[in-house]
């Protein structure tokens, strides 16, 4: 198994093609198996790179608490591992603001982001403010594999099959490692620091998505030169649900860069 070191995590990767690098960043509680069907598409005319975050999937997680700067520090520590100057990053949710935080932090390192229905904040209104800890308290509470149920349940209306793979991801992490990761993810906060992207973005949210399609306007503006598109027929689980389209969106967006 292709792995690398990172703040004390062995992380897994895997790398299938040949040409402008694109690194694609799970959902929380996901893993790299999220992107099979971009890799399918994608693998042919660029080098396409996936990974476990840490905690997730084949990746390990270090005792003690989870340093939400660990999440992007392990990014770049990939694109060292593998020697890429820059790349091109996607992410969906946890794994877009992942990618965020990177090209805000490392500049440099980042030649165009894609953020699949990504936050910037996890205190954007009145709403996360209330919600976010509520949500954290209860997610202590509730069993990983009802949690893994409920959620896969929920993102499965477009595409069923998501409902096995929601439910294998979950499974591979342990409540006690997840309850470190969910605490760290939801203090994540790039709301104040969105003027500091600037690489070419791509936003694209899923028609139904009622998680994040609240912050895309947002970041849309603030961030200079991106654009937004709407995903029809998908939810959070954005390219699970309509991948045609989303292989598509990235397809025109990447281009620039080939």
């Given at each position: 198994?292709?792995?690398?070191?990172?703040?004390?995590?062995?992380?897994?990767?895997e790398?299938?093609?040949?040409?402008?690098?694109l690194?694609?960043?799970?959902?929380?509680s996901?893993?790299?198996?999220?992107?099979k069907?971009q890799?399918?598409?994608?693998?042919?005319?660029?080098?396409v790179?996936?990974?476990?975050?840490?905690?997730?999937?084949?990746?390990?997680?270090?005792?003690?608490?989870?340093?939400?700067?660990?999440?992007?520090?392990d990014?770049?520590?990939?694109?060292?591992?593998l020697?890429?100057?820059t790349?091109?990053?996607?992410?969906?949710?946890?794994?877009?603001?992942?990618?965020?935080?990177?090209?805000?932090?490392?500049?440099?390192?980042?030649?165009?982001l894609?953020l699949?229905?990504t936050?910037?904040?996890?205190?954007?209104n009145?709403?996360e403010?209330?919600?976010?800890?509520?949500?954290?308290?209860?997610?202590?509470?509730?069993?990983?594999?009802?949690?893994?149920?409920?959620?896969a349940?929920?993102l499965?209306k477009?595409?069923?099959?998501?409902?096995?793979?929601?439910?294998?991801a979950?499974?591979?992490l342990s409540?006690?490692?997840?309850?470190r990761?969910w605490?760290?993810?939801?203090?994540?906060?790039?709301?104040?620091?969105?003027?500091?992207?600037?690489?070419?973005t791509?936003l694209?949210?899923?028609?139904h998505?009622?998680?994040?399609?609240?912050?895309?306007?947002?970041m849309?503006?603030?961030?200079?030169?991106?654009?937004l598109?709407?995903?029809?027929?998908?939810?959070?689980?954005?390219?699970?649900?309509?991948?045609?389209?989303?292989?598509?969106?990235?397809s025109?967006?990447?281009e620039?860069f080939?």
């Open positions: 198994m292709p792995t690398f070191e990172s703040n004390g995590a062995t992380l897994y990767y790398v299938t093609g040949e040409g402008q690098p690194i694609f960043t799970h959902g929380a996901w893993n790299h198996l999220q992107w069907k890799v399918a598409f994608l693998k042919d005319r660029y080098q790179i996936t990974w476990d975050v840490r905690g997730h999937g084949y990746s390990s997680l270090p005792a003690g608490p989870v340093d939400p700067e660990h999440f992007s520090a990014l770049i520590a990939l694109m060292d591992h020697h890429l100057k790349a091109v990053l996607c992410g969906l949710s946890m794994g877009g603001h992942i990618s965020l935080q990177t090209a805000i932090r490392y500049p440099e390192r980042v030649k165009g894609i699949i229905g936050p910037c904040s996890n205190t954007f009145f709403y403010k209330i919600a976010v800890p509520i949500n954290r308290f209860f997610n202590r509470l509730l069993p990983l594999r009802l949690s893994g149920h409920l959620q349940k929920m499965s477009f595409n069923p099959n998501n409902y096995q793979y929601i439910t294998e979950v499974s591979m409540p006690e490692a997840w309850n990761i605490s760290a993810v939801t203090r994540m906060e790039s709301k104040n620091d969105l003027h500091k992207v600037n690489c070419p791509l694209l949210i899923g028609d998505d009622t998680l994040t399609g609240r912050q895309q306007p947002y849309h503006r603030q961030i200079a030169n991106s654009e598109k709407v995903i029809p027929n998908a939810h959070h689980g954005t390219n699970l649900d309509n991948p045609d389209a989303v292989n598509q969106a990235i025109e967006f990447i620039q080939s």
